[in-house]
């Protein structure tokens, strides 16, 4: 089969979409942002699939962390330093993110994440949901991923399908992102939409 990435023209509803969310170290002077965090979530046929879900804690060692930083790296600092690097963790990631469309919510962590972990990659394309929030629901007060979610009433979705976890986990982060691409593409007139139209 023949990679989606390569048929922009097709319908997104027949795309089989990976949506990751890297949670981050955030800016520290002297030290590069790293990921701590990463979940991952499959969209096919225009539905979110549970049951491809996946997350893992990140080696990130001693190095500090962006007091504003969110999620709870604080209390998971034992289990990150036993965690795996993401390099090694690369052959996982790959089978879930390469040769097909990859979704993020302001794509621009998760692509420079990626980049540096598979340099030699051509990873996506990508389609950006905060992007396709700004253009069809310019109204709403945020654009933040959480608070998008809560005002387009898709919170019982996304607690449905990720139970007992909070923004800024990254894989109730992914799904919730997911779950909006999921509302897109549930539009009326969204039907024939392409995946070059997301992008």
């Not at 990679?3 to 981050?24: Q, S, V, Y």
């Not at 962006?66 to 209390?75: I, K, V």
């Not at 909070?166 to 392409?194: I, M, R, S």
């Amino acid at each position: 089969m023949t990679p989606a990435a390569t048929h922009k023209n097709i319908t997104a509803r027949g795309c089989t979409f990976a949506i990751i969310d890297f949670e981050t170290t955030g800016t520290v002077a002297g030290w590069p942002i790293e990921p701590w965090q990463v979940g991952i979530v499959s969209l096919e046929n225009g539905r979110v699939q549970p049951a491809t879900q996946f997350e893992s804690l990140l080696h990130v060692g001693e190095r500090p962390f962006n007091p504003m930083a969110p999620g709870r790296h604080a209390q998971l600092r034992d289990d990150l330093m036993a965690a795996p690097a993401p390099q090694l963790l690369w052959p996982e990631l790959a089978s879930r993110l390469c040769d097909r469309p990859l979704v993020a919510h302001n794509i621009g962590t998760e692509r420079g994440v990626l980049t540096r972990i598979a340099p030699i990659h051509n990873l996506g394309p990508w389609v950006d949901t905060l992007r396709l929030t700004r253009r069809h629901y310019p109204g709403l007060a945020s654009k933040a991923l959480d608070s998008v979610i809560s005002d387009l009433g898709l919170l019982p979705r996304v607690r449905q399908l990720c139970p007992g976890r909070e923004a800024h986990d990254a894989l109730y982060d992914a799904v919730a992102c997911a779950v909006l691409l999921e509302h897109f593409l549930d539009l009326p007139g969204w039907e024939n939409v392409t995946l070059g139209a997301l992008m």
